[in-house]
Nanobody, 120 residues
Framework: QVQLVESGGGLVQPGGSLRLSCAAS????????VGWYRQAPGKERELVAD??????ISYANSVKGRFTISRDNAKLVYLQMNSLKPEDTAVYYC???????????????WGQGTLVTVSS
């Protein structure tokens, strides 16, 4: 199955940290560019951070200096989130546009999302 699987979400107090992971299934040979998005209740999905295949990184202004996107290998990407705020509460999704698969060429693949709740 061609999919991305996020993990690492949960409940954390303001000021705390979480690390999200995005792992590609075996059907995916390589994820190239990757973006982390989030969607809070009643709001549109927004891009939080992304990294190109060449390693160029960008962040939304709201998370600069607090979040760090990184890749471990061709199939695993992280989002380290520090100094979390209540407004960071959302479902976080990873997206790999143009993920290279073994059988289907390049596909735009989304994960199922992982919930991050920042609350005291």
């Amino acid at each position: 199955q061609v999919q991305l699987v996020e993990s690492g979400g949960g409940l954390v107090q303001p000021g705390g940290s979480l690390r999200l992971s995005c792992a590609a299934s075996r059907s995916i040979l390589r994820i190239n560019a990757v973006g982390w998005y989030r969607q809070a209740p009643g709001k549109e999905r927004e891009l939080v951070a992304d990294i190109t295949r060449g390693g160029i990184i960008s962040y939304a202004n709201s998370v600069k200096g607090r979040f760090t996107i990184s890749r471990d290998n061709a199939k695993l990407v992280y989002l380290q989130m520090n100094s979390l705020k209540p407004e960071d509460t959302a479902v976080y999704y990873c997206n790999a546009p143009g993920a290279t698969t073994w059988s289907y060429g390049d596909l735009d693949v989304w994960g199922q999302g992982t919930l991050v709740t920042v609350s005291s």
